[in-house]
T-cell receptor, first 111, second 116 residues
Framework: GQQLNQSPQSMFIQEGEDVSMNCTSS?????WLWYKQDPGEGPVLLIALYKAGELTSNGRLTAQFGITRKDSFLNISASIPSDVGIYFC???????????FGTGTQLKVEL | GAVVSQHPSWVICKSGTSVKIECRSL??????MFWYRQFPKQSLMLMAT?????????EQGVEKDKFLINHASLTLSTLTVTSAHPEDSSFYIC????????????FGDGTRLSIL
């Protein structure tokens, strides 16, 4: 099935640094979602975006819905060790419709 | 707290056994639930859409007779892996929600299935 292109694939950063990752698609989505997955667990919703151009924050996390509706980015400010995990973007075309997931970005934080 | 509950969290069984996994929405009604499969170091791949009161919709390449889905109530969907074999070993995750505008999908904690 289709997957969204997510970059970078992995990143190894120092504690306290800011992190940026993005997600691109060849087709339009009406909703963009960002999830974090820890090993052996299901994804946990971080931020949901419903409108093109929307910029939304959740604590140290900020995400934006691209104006073309074909991309989104997620920023994490002042990273801490518990930010370690895999981050997935997901696009949705309408309410009740299935999600298309990105390939994932693995974040590792060095103390 | 969790809004989607999945059970069991881990199953180990012999080849040829059928395994049932439950997915429950805890504080909302879900006419639609989704079942995903995830292999190590890979993303989630949608297997099927579970529809309350009607047949599930399977993604291309997913055997409907192998992966039986029953969505008998507005809060429960089950996935049964029939006659499981080692190649069926994987991490299975369900999600619910997203049925209305501005209502995101939430995921269960997943079920680790290991077939010996």
């Amino acid at each position: 099935g289709q997957q969204l292109n997510q970059s970078p694939q992995s990143m190894f950063i120092q504690e306290g640094e800011d992190v940026s990752m993005n997600c691109t698609s060849s087709s339009i989505f009406n909703t963009w979602l960002w999830y974090k997955q820890d090993p052996g667990e299901g994804p946990v919703l971080l931020i949901a975006l419903y409108k093109a151009g929307e910029l939304t924050s959740n604590g140290r996390l900020t995400a934006q819905f691209g104006i073309t509706r074909k991309d989104s980015f997620l920023n994490i400010s002042a990273s801490i060790p518990s930010d370690v995990g895999i981050y997935f973007c997901a696009g949705q075309r309408g309410g009740g419709n299935k999600l298309t997931f990105g390939t994932g970005t693995q974040l590792k934080v060095e103390l | 707290g969790a809004v989607v509950s999945q059970h069991p969290s881990w199953v180990i069984c012999k080849s040829g056994t059928s395994v049932k996994i439950e997915c429950r929405s805890l504080d909302f009604q879900a006419t639609t639930m989704f079942w995903y499969r995830q292999f190590p170091k890979q993303s989630l791949m949608l297997m099927a859409t579970s529809n309350e009161g009607s047949k599930a919709t399977y993604e291309q390449g997913v055997e409907k007779d192998k992966f039986l889905i029953n969505h008998a109530s507005l809060t429960l969907s089950t996935l049964t892996v029939t006659s499981a074999h080692p190649e069926d070993s994987s991490f299975y995750i369900c999600s619910a929600g997203g049925g209305q505008a501005n209502q995101p999908q939430h995921f269960g904690d997943g079920t680790r299935l290991s077939i010996l």
